[in-house]
């Protein structure tokens, strides 16, 4: 009933010239990718005098490591002229090019390549010589593309040579996505000098439909990257990109088949999801959370949708871009509250190093108005302006002050959110060397996403310090960020494209945008 109403109006549209828009189509642009020896792209594994019939891809079986090619400056007259193929060079494993004498040898080549995603058509043609034969290979042993004589067989008496002519053209196919041409290229013994080297020439064509994008519009205004779209004859194509700084941490897409209404002027949304003309991203098909990325693509099956087929789109995305207010490591900013303890003796710690903020931003040098002497038991609590950020690592240090060779001292490390529930990450202590006379200690915030507060408590046993009546404890030289202070603007973000698209009738401002199934 749906094709028949569908040919109804198109015959009304033509008899009384109504102009009934199409999605855009998308053409295909060939492109095609040339494949050369040389010593760029191409790699080597280096040789063997054992047969590697039974595993000819086998880099352990030539020498383990794959690194490039070399280009050989000096070539016997017989060999092909490698100007006739230019840029492609005659290559070996090592110069001087010579194999040994009187002994068979075999090198591994590869060079690899990566056809885009959409690909179609994909063919190739191979051009290749050899001193003194070479079997090819494409993606593994299971496909040869030719073998000019017998690599892994006997050595043939006299010849034939195939290093003073060029053979092929041998056709491959590649695949979408990465690829590998493979070469063995037999040595056969010989007296006296006996050069070896692979000369090739490959070209692969294949066809890639462009792509149809929209602008991905974040509040409205803010234009935050795109939305591509494009199919091949199976799959169909959708990939969200940022620029400018903006990431993505949410994407949600639902695609349906549309057309557009002459009456109302506007493309067919009646596919999308919506509640009173408003679109759900919760409810799309295909939705994904995902850490902080710029490119994300989703790939789906065509299934009914036909060639010419018109699709309505709507690509939302949670978008974010990230402010460095104060790069790390930043220190804190204020004391919030103390008490000190007393030091071994029962007395109180020297005036020198009783000031609290002198435990807050870091500072060197053998004095003690650098720190702050927390006291047997004392504690202290300072403040970030810009809270400690959560991230990858250890997120907080604590550097403290111990000259020379001193007793173990200890505190505990807290930190919180708002000042009065707090979270011990771990205990601080004076073992880890930094700069000689100092100390240092790290931790991650753990299950807390930020922090503004930390707190350092002594934990240092008195008795451990007999014959110091002046011990007071563990001396607090900075408290400090390890990750940056940023600032994070989050915005929703949608596709959208003129002519071919709109706004969904609800009273948001979610868009759509349409695509022409090629």
């Known amino acids: 009933m749906k094709k028949k109403l569908g040919a109804i ?95 068979d040898q075999w090198r591994l080549f590869r060079e690899e390549f990566t056809i885009p995603s959409g690909a179609v058509n994909i063919s190739g043609s191979l051009y290749m010589a050899a001193d003194n034969d070479v079997i090819a290979y494409l993606n593994g042993t299971s496909t040869v593309i030719h073998e000019i004589d017998d690599v892994y067989g006997p050595v043939p008496a006299g010849g034939p040579y195939y290093f003073n002519s060029l053979h092929g053209p041998y056709s491959f196919v590649p695949s979408v996505g990465s690829n590998t041409l493979y070469f063995v290229v037999r040595n056969w013994q010989w007296g006296g000098a006996n050069p070896t080297g692979l000369l090739y020439t490959a070209d692969v064509e294949y066809e890639v439909p462009e792509e149809k994008c929209a602008d991905l519009m974040a509040g409205q205004h803010i234009n935050v990257g795109t939305v591509c779209v494009m199919n091949d004859g199976d799959s169909l194509y959708v990939e969200y990109q ?116 002198q435990g807050l931003a870091f500072e060197t040098g053998e004095n003690e108005f650098n ?57 601080a202590d004076n073992t880890t060397r930094y700069l000689g006379i100092h100390t240092i200690s790290q931790f991650d915030l753990g299950d807390l996403p930020w922090a503004k507060y930390i707190k350092i408590v002594d934990t240092a046993d008195p008795n451990d310090f007999a014959g110091r009546p002046d011990a007071d404890g563990f001396d607090l030289n900075a408290v400090v960020s390890l990750q940056d202070c940023i600032e994070i603007e989050e915005e929703t973000a949608w596709g959208y494209c003129e002519p071919n698209g709109g706004e969904f009738p609800g009273k948001n401002w979610a868009t759509y945008f349409t695509y022409h199934v090629q």
């Open 9 to 103: 109006l198109l015959t009304l549209a033509l008899v009384v010239g109504l102009s009934i828009p199409m999605a855009i189509p998308v053409a295909a642009s060939p492109a095609t990718m040339t494949l050369v020896s040389d010593d760029v792209t191409t790699e080597t594994t280096g040789w063997t005098n054992s047969n590697p019939s039974a595993d000819p891809l086998n880099k352990d079986s030539y020498g383990g490591s794959w690194s490039t090619a070399t280009d050989l400056t000096t070539l016997p007259g017989t060999w092909y002229n490698e100007a006739l193929v230019a840029p492609a060079e005659w290559v070996s494993s090592e110069e001087p090019r010579a194999g040994i004498s009187g002994e």
């Open 242 to 357: 940022t620029t400018g700084g903006w990431e993505m941490t949410e994407t949600h897409l639902h695609v349906a088949e549309t057309s557009y209404v002459e009456i109302e002027e506007e493309w067919d949304t009646s596919g999308i999801p919506q509640k009173k003309g408003n679109p759900p991203p919760g409810q799309f098909d295909y939705s994904d959370p995902h850490g902080p990325v710029t490119d994300y693509t989703y790939t789906i099956d065509l299934g009914d949708w036909e060639p010419c087929t018109d699709l309505v789109i709507a690509a939302h995305a949670v978008v974010q871009k990230v402010t460095v207010i104060t790069a790390s490591p930043y220190y804190a900013s204020s004391v919030v509250s103390f008490n000190q303890g007393l030091t071994k003796g029962g007395g109180a710690v020297r005036w020198q190093r009783s000031t609290p903020e």
């Open 371 to 427: 720190f702050f002497s927390l006291g047997f038991g004392g504690w202290i609590i300072v403040e970030f302006d810009c809270p400690i950020r959560n991230g990858e690592g250890d997120d907080v240090q604590i550097i403290e002050d111990t000259w020379g060779a001193y007793p173990l001292e200890t505190a505990d490390v807290y930190a919180s959110q708002d000042g009065n529930s707090w979270q011990l990450l771990g205990e």
